[in-house]
């Protein structure tokens, strides 16, 4: 078993849809979640940083860490056009530990 | 805002030829990385470095090997590149909040 994993899609949804990304992982040491954002041919963003259960808000983006069900999710209001990216899952135990990512999901947003 | 950068965008090379990569950031941090990212493979661990003239191997070391002299910089090096090594390679530095990666480059190997 991976230890994150994450569906690859790829995920098509018209403009304005309400967008849900996933991710779950097997190591319930994991504190730290992190969200990336890839546009083609570029190097991932990062988009929200959590620390630990619990919901954290910026603008049209919402992440969601639920730890008894080792889960974590992403979710995009009036998805656009230019959200159009690869979105991957990211996590650590501490900060000396090396980051695992997920293997990214591909999101389209069709005008 | 940290800055990774990386020096290329796009690179070909011969099969053989010793080929540098190199990775500036601005942030004196002291954690940076080398990934490789494949289609269907996602984002695998190559080198990393904790400090200068420190290194640990990733996930993936074979055929690479990397240099850390300064802080801000952190070169991977492919001895003798070969076709399989045809890839995105990103590197990251690492804070308390997380990767900031560069933009990658692209290597073809022919």
């Known amino acids: 078993q991976k230890e994150v994993e994450q569906d690859p899609g790829p995920l098509s949804v018209p403009e304005g849809a309400i967008v849900s990304l996933n991710c779950t992982y097997s190591?319930?040491?994991?504190?730290?979640f992190m969200w990336y954002r890839q546009y083609s041919r570029k190097g991932p963003e990062l988009l929200m940083y959590?620390?630990?259960?619990g919901n954290k808000e910026d603008g049209r983006f919402t992440a969601q860490v639920d730890k008894s069900s080792k889960y974590i999710s992403l979710f995009i209001r009036d998805s656009q056009p230019s959200d159009s990216a690869t979105y991957l899952c990211?996590?650590?135990?501490?900060?000396?530990?090396?980051?695992?990512f997920g293997p990214g999901t591909s999101l389209s947003v069709i005008p | 805002d940290v800055k990774v950068t990386q020096s290329s965008r796009y690179l070909v090379k011969r099969t053989g030829e010793k080929v540098f990569l190199e990775c500036v950031q601005d942030?004196?941090?002291?954690?940076m990385f080398w990934y490789r990212q494949d289609p269907g493979l996602g984002l695998r661990l190559i080198y990393f470095?904790?400090?200068?003239?420190?290194?640990e191997k990733g996930d993936i070391p074979e055929g690479y090997s990397v240099s850390r002299e300064k802080k801000e910089r952190f070169s991977l090096i492919l001895e003798s590149a070969s076709t399989n090594q045809t890839s995105m390679y990103l590197c990251?530095?690492?804070?308390?909040?997380?990767?900031?990666f560069g933009s990658g480059t692209r290597l073809t190997v022919v």
């Open positions: 190591n319930s040491a994991f504190q730290y």
């Open positions: 990251a530095s690492k804070s308390s909040g997380g990767y900031t």
């Open positions: 470095s904790y400090d200068v003239k420190m290194k």
């Open positions: 959590t620390y630990s259960s």
């Open positions: 990211a996590m650590w135990k501490t900060s000396y530990d090396k980051v695992i």
């Open positions: 942030m004196d941090h002291e954690n």
